[in-house]
């Protein structure tokens, strides 16, 4: 009998025997493709059936993400001038005007800035969900200590793309934005004066555009190169990390030896990603043609005195921050610091103190510490992100903002705390339960009469003979036997 993982006939003993014949033609294809370029253990190893989940993908959204922001911004460079000179007197800053002309001016540039712009924020986004996943999911757990690193860094070089890129425009907002956040850097002892003067260059606002520019189009992004092919690689070191699993044995590794059980990269995870970067593609255009950019004052225009330095929304938690009461630039700059730390270090912190992590254990349930930290965070994201578009610049007093993420804090303990202890009384009833069921069918089992093992196994035809036919040689009440014995065969019977 053939197994059912068994290789069908002429095709390589790597490619599974799928039914359609059209996905047996396309694995014969590529595992021939994979042979002569080398690639068969280079990210495009195949994928297990329980990541067919979008929750899975979330790496590779943020990459396609990625990926389409590198293609529109390759083609503003056509147009944009980074200039803070103006081509006539009285006229715009050429950074704004050709920012202006491509709006208006070069056919669809409405449609392709405006895409540009809505998919740095998606980007951003979906790094912040691809984090939080991982987060909630315990990923950063031996082996992917080094992985998790990489995605944080990866999600700060991100937030830097979109501050570089902010400026670019040099509207008054945008300038006026570009200030505060220097004057936040500046603010950190040590490495502040110095990567502030990085980014000034020569301190005229064409030495600031010229170093954000040069940041956002050539160091950022080959940073961002290099740090995605280390996550892709690990990645294909490590594999997929499985499900989130309250048992501290399970397996934490898909190696290479386990791809033979699982769909190939080509056709099936292939055209999943390319389902989803279409999906995703499709979505961008729509919302770039349904609400298309406008472009705020230029710097130093009359109408840009009474604009108000506020940044995207992904930077508007740590304005509002500074606006806190008591809060310098300081303790704001610091109090980020050191969660970024955190966050950067948490394998370890995880290694070092398991009883605040669930030991090796990965599903949320067990890890009630760091899923308050979790919910903290995301909460306080949101709540200050909020804060800061509806009141920016306003300063908040310190009963205030305490009151509020005092009240987040304890809901958030209480909520989790209640829960837990909701799961912990589940568990011991499953284990009551499966106990009981147990020693249940121990106790039948013992009560269950069984045959003594010197008389013969009841079965054959004297089995199924009746009693009354059954041979006696005792005697009856009446000294006669029962029945007499059956002769040997040939023998006559006789009577006396």
Same mark, same amino acid.
């Given at each position: 009998m053939t197994p059912p993982n068994a290789p069908t006939v002429g095709h390589p003993p790597s490619v599974p025997p799928y039914r359609p014949p059209m996905n047996r033609t396309l694995d014969t294809i590529w595992a021939f493709i994979e042979k002569r370029v080398g690639t068969e253990k280079w990210a495009m190893r195949p994928q297990p059936d329980f990541s067919f989940n979008p929750s899975y993908w979330t790496g590779a959204f943020v990459a396609n993400a990625?990926?389409?922001?590198? @293609?529109?911004?390759?083609?503003?460079?056509?147009?944009?001038?980074?200039?803070?000179? #103006?081509?006539?007197?009285?006229?715009?800053?050429?950074?704004?005007?050709? $920012?202006?002309?491509?709006?208006? /001016?070069?056919?669809?540039?409405?449609?392709?800035?405006?895409?540009?712009?809505?998919?740095?924020? +998606?980007?951003?986004?979906?790094?912040?969900?691809?984090?939080?996943?991982?987060?909630?999911?315990?990923? &950063?757990?031996?082996?992917?200590?080094?992985?998790?690193?990489?995605?944080?860094?990866? %999600?700060?070089?991100?937030?830097?793309?979109?501050?570089?890129?902010? %400026?670019?425009?040099? @509207? +008054?907002?945008? !300038?006026?934005? $570009?200030?505060? /956040?220097?004057?936040? @850097?500046?603010?950190?002892?040590?490495?502040?004066?110095?990567?502030?003067?990085?980014?000034?260059?020569?301190?005229?606002?064409?030495?600031? %555009?010229?170093?954000?520019?040069?940041?956002?189009?050539?160091?950022?992004?080959?940073?961002?190169a290099a740090l995605l092919y280390a996550h892709i690689s690990l990645f294909e070191i490590h594999g997929i990390s499985p499900r989130a699993s309250s048992d501290p044995r399970a397996k934490r590794v898909l190696v290479h030896e386990d791809d033979h059980r699982m769909g190939r990269?080509?056709?099936?995870?292939?055209? &999943?990603?390319?389902?989803?970067?279409?999906?995703?593609?499709?979505?961008?255009?729509?919302?770039?043609? +349904?609400?298309?950019?406008?472009?705020?004052? &230029?710097?130093?225009?009359? #109408?840009?005195?009474?604009?108000?330095?506020?940044?995207?929304? &992904?930077?508007?938690?740590?304005?509002?921050?500074?606006?806190?009461?008591?809060?310098?630039?300081?303790?704001?700059? /610091? @109090?980020?610091?050191?969660?970024?730390?955190?966050?950067?270090?948490?394998?370890?912190? #995880?290694?070092?103190?398991?009883? %605040?992590?669930? /030991?090796?254990? $990965?599903?949320?349930?067990?890890?009630?510490?760091?899923?308050?930290?979790?919910?903290?965070? !995301?909460?306080?994201?949101?709540?200050? $992100?909020?804060w800061g578009g509806i009141m920016p610049g306003v300063v908040i007093p310190a009963a205030f903002y305490a009151t509020y993420l005092g009240a987040l804090a304890a809901v958030n303990a209480v909520v989790i705390f209640a829960l837990y202890m909701m799961y912990r009384a589940s568990y011991r009833a499953r284990v009551a339960a499966k106990e009981g069921r147990r020693r249940s069918l121990a106790h039948s089992a013992s009560a269950r009469p069984t045959t003594p093992a010197s008389l013969p196994s009841p079965s054959g035809p004297a089995a199924a003979r009746p009693a009354s036919l059954s041979p006696a040689s005792g005697p009856t009440s009446s000294g006669a036997p029962l029945l007499a014995p059956v002769p040997p065969k040939g023998e006559a019977v006789t009577h006396g």
């Open positions: 990625f990926l389409v922001q590198v @293609t529109t911004g390759l083609l503003l460079l056509f147009y944009y001038v980074p200039s803070t000179a #103006s081509a006539t007197a009285g006229a715009p800053p050429e950074a704004w005007a050709s $920012t202006n002309y491509i709006i208006h /001016g070069v056919p669809l540039g409405w449609l392709l800035l405006s895409a540009h712009l809505y998919g740095a924020y +998606a980007t951003i986004f979906l790094a912040f969900v691809h984090f939080f996943r991982g987060f909630y999911a315990g990923v &950063y757990k031996p082996p992917r200590e080094l992985s998790w690193m990489i995605g944080t860094l990866l %999600l700060a070089a991100m937030l830097g793309m979109g501050f570089t890129g902010y %400026l670019l425009p040099y @509207t +008054a907002l945008s !300038v006026g934005a $570009t200030d505060v /956040g220097i004057a936040l @850097t500046l603010s950190v002892p040590g490495i502040g004066p110095p990567t502030a003067k990085l980014i000034l260059a020569d301190g005229t606002p064409q030495g600031l %555009l010229s170093r954000m520019f040069a940041l956002h189009v050539v160091a950022i992004p080959l940073a961002l990269f080509f056709p099936k995870v292939f055209f &999943y990603m390319t389902k989803w970067a279409l999906f995703y593609a499709g979505l961008l255009v729509m919302m770039a043609a +349904a609400w298309p950019v406008t472009l705020a004052a &230029y710097y130093g225009s009359s #109408s840009s005195s009474a604009a108000s330095p506020e940044p995207d929304w &992904y930077f508007l938690w740590l304005y509002k921050l500074a606006d806190f009461q008591y809060v310098s630039p300081f303790v704001a700059v /610091g @109090t980020v610091t050191a969660v970024l730390i955190f966050i950067l270090f948490l394998p370890w912190i #995880s290694q070092i103190f398991p009883f %605040l992590d669930g /030991g090796r254990k $990965t599903h949320p349930r067990d890890r009630p510490v760091m899923l308050g930290v979790a919910n903290f965070l !995301v909460g306080f994201f949101i709540l200050m $992100t909020v």
